[in-house]
Nanobody, 125 residues
Framework: QVQLRESGGGLVHAGGSLTLSCTFA????????IAWFRQAPGKEREGVSC?????????DYLDSVKGRFTISRERLRNLVYLQMNSLKPEDTAVYYC?????????????????WGQGTQVTVSS
């Protein structure tokens, strides 16, 4: 049974930083990819970044966060991070991690069958 859990969300002032963590279980070692998505109120879920578990290749999908958000993993542990710097009020959203057994990253939520419950990030102005 594949399970994912996000943590690290919270309330932060604009310009601040947060690090989100995604722990996961039930996925074969070095198999598949882990992605971060976010969904703001009234908006569609959008892909943020993705990392391949085996080789660590990363992919970014949002121009608005490039240079501010970084995805990384702990290779020997079931942990993926999303380091978020210089946060802006428009980054406010529920952030989700998701996985698929496919070894190809995608920014499309439909490509991921397994999801965490999400963690709220609120950035005040």
């Amino acid at each position: 049974q594949v399970q994912l859990r996000e943590s690290g969300g919270g309330l932060v002032h604009a310009g601040g930083s947060l690090t989100l963590s995604c722990t996961f279980a039930g996925v074969p070692p070095m198999d598949g990819v882990i992605a971060w998505f976010r969904q703001a109120p009234g908006k569609e879920r959008e892909g943020v970044s993705c990392i391949a578990r085996k080789d660590g290749d990363t992919y970014d999908y949002l121009d608005s966060v490039k240079g501010r958000f970084t995805i990384s993993r702990e290779r020997l542990r079931n942990l993926v991070y999303l380091q978020m710097n210089s946060l802006k009020p428009e980054d406010t959203a529920v952030y989700y991690c998701a996985t698929t057994r496919k070894n190809t990253c995608s920014g499309l939520s439909s490509e991921y069958p397994f999801w965490g419950q999400g963690t709220q990030v609120t950035v005040s102005s």
